[in-house]
């Protein structure tokens, strides 16, 4: 099991600190506020007798559905019990000797590729340079990289790599037989994504391997589902061949799908998280005390000039952010929000405004 602590956890927390979960207000994980579809849960409920039964092994409907949404062919896809479970078959199916993680990011790559004992190269991202991936990238790819994870937008500094980039990083990686592995679970949360994802390219590159989560914009974490695409059958065969069966089960595949199908929910949720963003972005910047990197998806990573314990103050005032003191790269002075509803976002504003003034 992963060893890394991520946001979310607010049962760990309430118990080791004695709070009372239903008043805590999570801002540590970056869950769309709006919360699970209501169509989505009356699918989940109305599709409850169906667990009496084993799942389709093939996820016909499912696939089909994911690609649709894609717009790819549902045979380049792989499904995970979440997209956590599609980074660590990622690794198992590729077993590499040695990979390039950006630091900071989402923990996860590291976990899964110690967890078959790869050596990690970092290519530090740093504050001087907006923690923005650049050319020099290149020159850490060599036939020693068998794999260079890429988190994009990144988790948990915002920033989004443009296409340019990415490019010259796959173009490279070709060279040297790389696989780029873009983690790409917040992008659906700009209205723009196309600009950014890599998938229209799947079709050109067989280096390419795409992570996505459903259950950040879906709001259905508890829920597991997530996939990989490639173009790379090589790749799709083998972790089809490792991926436990029915890894998906009955009540996940009728979230997805439904989940997939309504493109109101969508449109709804990145205008209001647009939104929110803005505003907590605004008021963020009125304080003196707060270096605010600049956004992109549905959480906000900010660093205190301040040596107070802010996550330990909050957490008093029943408000759960996400220290950053334990990514690679970072210290306890940087933290990060999601976007929650404009009522959650001003209680947190207010309440900064008595914990650090
Ligand atoms: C960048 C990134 N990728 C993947 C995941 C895992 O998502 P899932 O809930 O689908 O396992 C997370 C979770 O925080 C994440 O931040």
Known sequence: ????????????LSRKFNLDKEKLIDFSANINPLGVNEKVKKAIIDALDKVEKYPDITYYNLKSAIGNFEDIDYSNLV??????????????????????IPAPTFSEYE????????????????EENDWSIDKDILSFINE??????????????????????????????????TIVAIDESFLDFIKSSDKYSLVSLLKDYD?????????????????????????????????????????INILAEVAAI?????????????????EEKKYLFKELCKFNDVKIFKP?????????KK?????????????????????????????RIAVRTREENEIFINTLKKVIS
């Not at 590729?113 to 190269?121: D, K, P, Y």
């Not at 173009?231 to 890894?247: A, C, E």
């Not at 199908?261 to 205008?271: H, L, Q, V």
């Not at 992109?296 to 205190?304: A, G, H, P, Q, R």
């Open 258 to 274: 439904n989940s997939l199908n309504d493109k109101e929910y969508i449109s709804k949720s990145t205008a209001y998280i647009e």
């Open 1 to 12: 099991m992963s060893k890394a602590v991520h946001g979310g956890n607010l049962e760990e």
């Open 207 to 247: 280096n390419i391997f795409i992570i996505k989560s459903l259950t950040k914009l879906f709001a259905i974490p508890g829920i597991r589902i997530g996939y990989g695409i490639s173009n790379n059958m090589d790749i799709i065969n083998k972790i089809q061949s490792i991926s436990v069966p029915w890894n």
């Open 79 to 100: 499904l995970g019990n979440g997209a956590a479970e599609i980074i660590f078959n990622l690794v198992r199916a590729v077993n590499p000797k040695k990979v390039l």
């Open 307 to 335: 040596d107070i314990d802010l996550k330990y103050e909050l957490m008093k005032r029943n408000i759960i952010i996400r220290s950053c003191s334990n990514y690679n790269g970072l210290d306890k002075n940087y933290y």
């Open 111 to 126: 976990e899964a590729s110690l967890s078959v004992n790869s050596n990690i190269e970092y290519y530090y991202l740093k």
């Open 296 to 304: 992109s998806v549905n959480f906000i990573m900010f660093k205190l």
């Open 144 to 177: 020693d990289i068998d794999i260079v994870f890429i988190c994009n937008p990144n988790n948990p500094t915002g920033v989004i790599t443009k296409k340019d980039i990415l490019l010259s990083i796959i173009e490279k990686a070709k060279e040297t037989k």
